[in-house]
């Protein structure tokens, strides 16, 4: 059975394609350093426009005004620019009124499309371009320790690391915020207030990075302007070891957070990275894997979600204390305690 | 039958879930068409592998073990037809749930008739309105023509002008959407389906025949009083089917193993419901189908010929569970838990399962949630969609739904569900029925899949509508009035095949199962007292049914429409839990 596979990796190659939901402009060369927070590609999605009536500006009929338009498609217009005339006498024009682009221009009106604020799309990951795909975007390539996680509020952003917690399961409170997180990403562990996330936003944090949170600070993690990572799921609930391993050791590195909302069809998971040199040495992050014994494992669901474990032995079809029936292996926790569990609820550790 | 009415014909169906990807063989034992078996895989869509190809050929590799015939060539391509070897199937068909919802922006001339329209056949699929355009709507054409942009459309659909009515307003109307199609770039470009006066196809056609993919149906809205979705449907399966072969990698080829009929999971399970409608039209009650999915509800119902289908894509049990919290509070969906379990354990638990959509309850507390869960949404799908249930359709005097027979069951929370006590619970708390209606279960997920095979293979369809696919779960009675909590309200008499009878008062609020053997018939005699309507004509109505004994026998449902629930929660949730043990269901 196809499993699906969560990565922490100490050192593995991360390799991301970041594009555009729409045409748009490339910004960086072929082999160009980035920054994780830095603009790769814009965009302008959804930009107004402004419909020019020429013949009744020029007072004229529509088949005629077309003769006085003076302005082609793809033309760019300041404002004051004149688009259509002079006419008669008076020497009536029509003129732009905000500066823009011609889109169209005929049947007695012209198009123009306005200058917008465009999409910004962020690299994501600091690393080099290794891809280029016109017009819509990049692939990012760097080194460095990947953990990935389960819920974003879709922010991106990177700084020093700070381990505020001792315990994977501590609780981030308000007293372990202050000043001298300015600008930097904290790892804290379960967070149950919504003034621990207003702090932070107050102390100008650029990323947090959470076991867990109460899904009842899920709209107050969406305004704020850091990014924020869940790596195991909601409610009180420890950071599973094999990432508070790893992360917890890596005070004063810089981490990378990607806080992306999990897309499985477009494959954008959050995830957190922890740049290091180039080397050789890095763990292959394999992404298709089908469930066998001596896997390690981590549970998604239940009442040992976030833990980690070993897949000791396939089962087959078993029946759940809850009566479902389900295709299931027996999994081993690091304190030696044995579980049953469906093979819905467990994820590759790779 | 006779032998020669049979086609040995084997037929493959392939479903593409948002989380499951299922492939069921039928094929023609005994000289009928029976379900032979399934095979599952996870939905690989998404990352790492990007193309459900991988997803299709491991649900087939499993039903390869169960059923010993090989189904895919050397070139990983399906057998077709199938060989002397027994190697491959004769016919395949698909459906396909996989997939955002469709961006929808619906045009019309008036607010509340075409353009409501436009929307209600926008809703008949995997689809989304984000943004509605008509002809009361005062914004300038760039303006509209910004709001479509915003949009981000993949489908504008075009409804208004009756037949000979108005022509000019709604070309006027159309100029911001031609205007936002033309400063989209070739590739981004949206489908129009154009389903209004066809007094103005060829305008229509001549005007954005070089603007993106065109599609033309009858017109939706032929009169001011009438709506006509049905014909406009395939049409609209058809923009769905073009959409997914350019978004879901791996589509192309599935479509191409069904010949280019590839259809929308929902249109399929509509097709099916509306098949059993007609069925069923002596009956005069209409035919529910509901059908519970990780990514989405549907609600399908048939009155006679005419279906109304309603896709609703934030109410699924999977990746898009918080959007019931837009509609629903969490105290609305506690009141369905037998369990005490905080709302603060209940959001997390949403918000856990919208991140891994295909993890199971392991322990009793979480199947409580996820029955719970099920039931709400159902309830929720259900309230929206009975909005366009027919008026005239046949209902209890004092309103409610209208009747149905029979009521079809259909997603996996329903069909493995650990007891059908705990199913049969789940969907008379959400649905309420009135009347005296048969509740089925689509126990092999095969709804839409005969729907699928419908216009292939109708004579499959019609035989796999039997007892081996469609559990009758029980026959359940539901008389509507008002009196006290306690007092007689039905007479029940039960006459077996045998001759033996069985007679029961019920009471204002108690929930009844009547023993009556699987399979086996029985006449019910119903003699309402104090005016309530069992569904015989009018209120305080006596009258006799045939009914056939289900899983759970006969079920009496005397707990009153809507149904009343003590506000305290201790001793709801008592009440609940004696509910399920009435319904056989043990902890």
Known sequence: MLAPVVHVLPVTL????????????????????????????????????????????????????DKYIQRQQGEEVAVGDVIAGPVGLARRVVRATQPGQVVLAGGGQVLLQLEGRPLELRAGLSGIVTGLYPDQGVQVETVGALVQGVWGNGRVDSGLLTVLI??????????????????????????GDANVLRDAEEQQLRGLILASMSSALVPEAMKVHFPIIILDGFGRLPMNRAAFRL???????????????????????????????????????????????????????????????????????????????????????????????????????? | MSPSSVSADSVLSIEVGSVYTRAVLFDVVENSYRFLGEGTAFTTAGAPHYDISEGVRQALGELQVFSGRVFLGADKQLILPSQPDGSGVDKCVATLSVGPPLRVVAVGLLEDVSAQSAQNLAVTTY??????????????????????????????????????????????????????????????????????????????????????????????????????????????????????????????????????????????FGR???????????????????????????????????????VHPRLGLGESLPGLL?????????????????????????????????????????LSIEHALACQIIQVALKKTARNFPADALRSSYGFLPYFEPIIASGSVLTQAPQRGQTLMMLLNAIQPAGVTTIALDQNTIAAALGAVASLNPLLTVQSLDSNNFQNLCTVISPVGEAQLGTPILRVRVVYGDGSENSVDIKYG??????????????????????????????????????????????????????????????????????????????
């Open chain 1, 14 to 65: 991360v390799q991301r394609k970041r594009l555009l939901p729409a045409t748009g402009k490339v910004l960086p060369r072929k082999g160009q350093k980035v920054t994780a927070a830095e603009v790769i590609a814009e965009a302008n999605l959804t930009p107004d426009h402004v419909l020019l009536d020429v013949a009744r500006g020029l007072g004229v009929s529509i088949a005629e005004a």
């Open chain 1, 166 to 191: 001792k315990s994977a399961g501590e609780e981030l409170t308000t007293d372990r915020l202050d000043i001298s997180l300015r600008g930097g990403v904290v790892l804290g562990g379960f967070c």
């Open chain 1, 247 to 350: 992360l917890s050791t890596s005070g004063r590195r810089e981490a990378v957070v990607n806080a992306a909302q999990w897309d499985r069809l477009a494959g954008n998971r959050p995830e957190v990275i922890l740049p290091l040199p180039p080397t050789t040495q890095t763990i292959e992050a394999s992404e298709i894997v089908q469930f066998s014994a001596d896997q390690d494992v981590r549970i998604t669901h239940g009442p040992h979600i976030g833990e980690v474990g070993i897949l000791n032995r396939l089962l087959g079809m078993v029946t759940l204390p809850s009566g479902i029936r389900s295709q299931a292996a027996e999994v081993q926790l690091e304190n030696d305690e044995s579980l049953v569990l469906p093979l819905a609820n467990l994820e590759v550790l790779k």
């Open chain 2, 127 to 268: 689809a989304q309105v984000m943004e509605v355009i008509n002809m009361n709507d005062r914004r300038a054409t760039a303006a509209r023509l910004d709001a479509v942009l915003r949009a981000r459309p993949d489908l504008i659909i075009v409804a208004g002008g009756t037949e000979g009515g108005a022509s000019q307003s709604l070309m006027n109307l159309l100029e911001a959407v031609g205007l936002a199609c033309y400063v989209l770039p070739k590739g981004y470009r949206p489908s129009l389906l154009f389903a209004g006066n066809q007094a103005l196809v060829n305008s229509v056609r001549s005007s954005f025949a070089d603007l993106g993919p065109l599609f033309i149906a009858p017109n939706i809205r032929p009169a001011i009083e009438v709506e006509r979705l049905l014909p406009a449907q395939s049409q609209l399966s058809q923009v769905v089917r073009q959409a997914r072969l350019r978004q879901i990698f791996g589509a192309q080829n599935l479509d191409q193993w069904t010949g280019g009929k590839l259809m929308p999971t929902a249109a399929a």
């Open chain 2, 272 to 310: 099916t419901i509306r098949f059993i409608g007609n069925e069923y039209a002596r009956t005069q009650k209409g035919v529910l189908g509901v059908d519970v999915g990780a990514a989405s509800t549907t609600i399908a119902a048939a009155f006679s010929d005419h279906l109304v289908l309603n």
């Open chain 2, 326 to 366: 837009s509609a629903s509070s969490l105290d609305e969906i506690a009141r369905w838990l037998p369990l005490e379990i905080s709302n603060d354990t209940l959001r997390d638990y949403i918000f856990n399962k919208a991140v891994y959509p295909a993890s199971l309850p392991v322990t009793l507390e979480e």
């Open chain 2, 510 to 587: 108690s929930l009844e199962m009547i023993k009556l053997p699987i399979g086996q018939t029985a006449t019910v005699q119903l003699h309402p007292l104090h005016r309530f309507d069992v569904g015989m004509g009018g209120p305080g109505r006596s009258g006799s049914v045939k009914v056939v004994g289900g899983g759970l026998g006969l079920v009496v449902d005397g707990r009153g429409r809507p149904l009343p629930l003590p506000a305290e929660p201790g001793r709801r949730r008592d009440l609940l839990k004696k509910w399920l043990w009435t319904l056989g269901v043990s902890s």
